[in-house]
């Protein structure tokens, strides 16, 4: 019985670690597409301002995904 709660819990902690992995990544992105945006946006190209905000939106809801996906896996009981 032990063996397999001790497995559960080993899954588990790989799918949270693979699942905060991912929010990592999409943070980089978010915080180079934020870089890129600006720099354009004061070398005087308004036109890229909307897409890299909706861009950066659609990033942050997948972080926010991922974080309720994390918080409802963490908080699971194991039986």
């Known amino acids: 019985?032990?063996?397999?709660?001790?497995?559960?819990?080993?899954?588990?902690?790989?799918?949270?670690?693979?699942?905060?992995?991912?929010?990592?990544?999409l943070l980089v992105v978010q915080m180079w597409l934020l870089t890129a945006t600006l720099e354009s946006y004061l070398a005087g190209h308004t036109d890229v301002a909307l897409p890299g905000m909706l861009v950066s939106a659609v990033l942050f809801a997948g972080c926010l995904g991922?974080?309720?996906?994390?918080?409802?896996?963490?908080?699971?009981?194991?039986?």
Do not use: G, S
């Open 66 to 79: 991922l974080y309720r996906f994390v918080r409802t896996a963490d908080r699971t009981p194991v039986e």
């Open 1 to 25: 019985m032990k063996a397999a709660i001790n497995r559960v819990r080993e899954h588990r902690r790989t799918v949270i670690d693979a699942a905060m992995i991912f929010v990592v990544i």
